[in-house]
């Protein structure tokens, strides 16, 4: 019988699919375990071998999991909404829904010809409208509740209201804008419903702000910051720009300590949680206020400038403030003398974004506004500055600068020859230095001589509350999360405007479906694309949709026109595969679906999303704990980063100014451009297929009439070992893999390329290493008459393989070392080959421990001996210590130091019962030609040596 893979595979994929055999129970007596990936963009390149490395190492793992004895939920759904879809609707025109659909089939075709486990009865598109109607449900609970200090958690929004009817505000202590006034109950109580709701958005967990964001104007939207790379959009590589805007935003600086603390609880890497803990960024120090000294201009209000430090005790120090360009002060407190001077630097600085402005550390830039402070303590006047090193986005958006105690301050400083005071008495004030010494001497200070950092900072505090100019403070980085885009392709907002005050509707009318629209593009006044929909009000007597110009402003109203961004749905999609897609319609998790399942025990995907996906979604999740909707504070107890597998590209080298290609060895000394090319032209041995890369339509006529200089009578390419990626030529499509070479061996060889949070190369010539391996496991059971696997007595070496062989393939899936379970399956196959092993009691266990890698090849065998139930039922096998105990040894048998053959013998035979055996051996007396040996030298268990 033949070894013939494609069809085996198909077999097993159709009678899985049909027989739903990995179809999850919601009640079961076994343990449950929930494997979860990051679920894809549906792209229209499809997958190529670097994207099913988690997906393959997920599978495993929950294989494994279902032989330990595991009700095991394992779904594979789809982020079908986003800005890639939206950009080919606006370049061809075919509506997203259309093109996500198709990209949808051919990622679903893949992935099921890789074999994954997965239960598609449960699937989930963050597309579709009986998904994303609770993601909208889930906006209105956010705008429906605040965070309360007291109890530290979200409550809904009526608890306020009732404690504002009653006694006010002056009591409540929230997580909230911070220009709210105090008001009496019964201020409360006369303010009209616009004055009342207005004053509830600055309570809110979502509310609308006028907000500094990531403004792409070729894309038409906002951008989030891990949307931008190197100042332009990840998307296209289009201009960013810093823009202010009315949006929506979610307070998930609520919940910093909290997404700290439950850093602790998780079993994740240190790197992942030191990203988030940096990201998170807490910083426990002062907030100081600073009196701005009032100019001789009209503008005779007073202003105020907060700033936070980690550092109080260095206030004697500060010889300037900085404020972030876009700080809403530099327009009120600039000069008319530097006005010109700050708006051209405000312009400058809008086109880089914060992620560029923190990681440069060397530009020094900035501009005096013309205006001064006081110093709190002495009086003295401070002048003001703008600089983009301080960003809006992070503390007050003001610094102190203090140049004889910060790089930054001393260089921007020394640049503007600033005035650089050194108020300590040449001491070190590093607080590593300053946190344990009782001598420090601080000029122009009467109160801070002679105490370390902590007394200092506490009197520097205690001063500041006596003048009314500061208090302790802790500070995070987090910001609050702008929530609207300027898109189309997005989930629409269950809201509309009465009086311009926003509205949610019941959440018994959802959803609200995404309208049809014209373009995909803003319109030309500059709205999102939703407002080039003409069905797109909302009326409140019919609870419906209707027509644009039905809308009279008393009882029909205008939408929402932003839509959601991308982490709305990846926010709590893990929540949705919870629940049986027969259950979904009227829960977007039940609670006996949420009870069962409670959380992801093991999560595997990409390190990108630290610091958004995951930040995000921990911050729905407590949210969603706090109000009673879930039970668990944290989605992911294990979470694992896979590395990537990277693409050896190919090159040619056009020689510059020509259209002459030389061959990578001829191109020393020459000036030449290299271009990638197409892996798929380029054979084992680096040779290039010149004829088939001149007709490849793609490249159009650039290499079509071009002159390629060979060495040796071959064009040679260059190679690259790089990100796998379309642009770069260098993606290798799985469907030809599993093509020519299997789904098993795909998912072996990705394993075996090394360990799973590594980056590591593809070469697709290794990959008949392992499907050779396949072969030879298939020569193990089969033979051209057929199944050669009987109920023989297994022998002891037989037992030993099989046994180490489960003890080490467990050990390694434990720790997802798969890597090296691929290196001890081949050793066992081949120690078992040699041993003519044909004994079903060792060749069924060892199906089992190999079926998880390569469940198709397993399956067929598993059927052939005799077994009707799926290989994924078997009980994965025990490991017995006895069957890897030596009862015996092999000694070698040296004469004067040199082995001349060895002898098997009982572990426990003693020294004189040894010697007796190996001297009444024959090759002995034939060494010795009847000499006497001078002395026999015994090491039990280890050697014997014949001396003379």
Known sequence: MKYDFNQIEKKWQDHWAKNETFKA???SDKPKYYVLDMFPYPSGAGLHV???LGYIASDIYARYKRHKGFNVLHPQGYDSFGLPAEQYAIQTGQHPAVTTEENIKTYRRQLDQIGFSFDWSREVRTSDPNYYKWTQWIFIQLFESWYNNDSNKAEHIETLVRTFASEGNSNINAICDDNIEIFSAEAWNNYSSEEQQEILLKY????????????????????ANDEIVN???ERGGHTVVRKKMTQWSMRISAYAERLLQGLDTVDWTDSLKESQRNW????VGASVTFNVIPATTSDEESHKIDVFTTRPDTIFGVSFMTLAPEHELVSKITTSEQKAEVEAYIEKTAKRSERDRMADVKTISGVF?????????????????????????????????VPCGDQRDYDFAKHFNIDIPNIFDNVDISEEAYASKDNVKIANSDFLDGMNLKKATKRVIFELEKLGQGLGKTNYRLRDAVFSRQRYWGE???????????QMIDAEHLPIHLPEVEKYLPTEEGEPPLGRADVWAWCTETNSVVSNDKINNTTIHPLELNTMPGWAGSSWYFFRYMEEASNRDDFFASEEALNYWENVDLYIGGSEHATGHLLYSRFWVKFLKDRGFVNVEEPFKKLINQGMILGTSAFVYREEGTNTYLSEGLIKDKNVVPIHVKVQYVNASDELDIEGLKNDGEFGEEFKNAEFILEDGVYKVGREVEKMSKSKYNVVNPDSICEDYGADSLRLYEMFLGPLEQYKPWKTSGISGVHGFLKKLWKLYVDDNGLKVDNSEPSKDSLKTLHKTIKKVEEDIESFSFNTSVSTFMIAVNELTSQKCASKEILEPLLILISPYAPHIAEELWSLLGNNESISTATFPVFEEKHLVESSKTYPISFNGKMRFTLELPLDMSKEDIEKTVMAHEKTIAQLEGRTPKKVIIVPGK??????
């Open 943 to 948: 050697i014997v040596n014949i001396v003379g």
């Open 369 to 401: 506004t013309g205006a001064y402070a006081e110093h709190p303590f002495s009086k003295e006047p401070i002048p003001i500055w703008i600089g983009d090193y301080v960003l809006a986005s992070y503390g007050t958006g003001a610094v102190m600068a």
């Open 25 to 27: 129970e919601n009640k």
């Open 231 to 233: 100042g332009v959009s």
């Open 50 to 52: 670097g994207h099913p």
């Open 492 to 502: 629409p907002f269950p809201v509309y405007y009465v009086n311009g005050m926003p």
């Open 280 to 283: 998170i960024g807490k910083s």
């Open 204 to 223: 809110r967990l979502t509310y609308l702000a006028e907000t500094e964001v990531n403004w792409c104007p070729a894309l038409g939207t906002v951008l």
